[in-house]
């Protein structure tokens, strides 16, 4: 895999769309891809940036399984 490179909203947007996938949909989720080596640190840093001030991005990153009731 390529570098990830984010220098804008639309590009965080976009990283988000990718990252999703491989079960990262939260900034908690991002930081511990960090830690197993699966992203760099300046994509969480925009991710944490994005999810804070981005609608779309919160949006795509809100995107859960349904849990079940306990």
């Given at each position: 895999?390529?570098?990830?490179?984010?220098?804008?909203?639309?590009?965080?947007?976009?990283?988000?769309?990718?990252?999703?996938?491989?079960?990262i949909?939260?900034?908690?989720?991002?930081?511990?891809?960090?830690?197993?080596?699966?992203?760099?640190?300046?994509?969480?840093?925009?991710?944490?940036?994005a999810?804070?001030?981005?609608?779309?991005?919160?949006k795509?990153?809100?995107r859960?399984?349904?849990?079940?009731?306990?």
């Open positions: 895999m390529g570098k990830l490179r984010i220098g804008s909203r639309q590009e965080a947007r976009e990283a988000m769309e990718i990252l999703a996938p491989l079960g949909h939260t900034p908690h989720h991002a930081t511990r891809a960090l830690e197993r080596g699966v992203i760099r640190p300046e994509v969480l840093s925009r991710i944490n940036v999810f804070g001030r981005d609608p779309l991005v919160a795509i990153l809100s859960q399984p349904n849990r079940t009731e306990r």
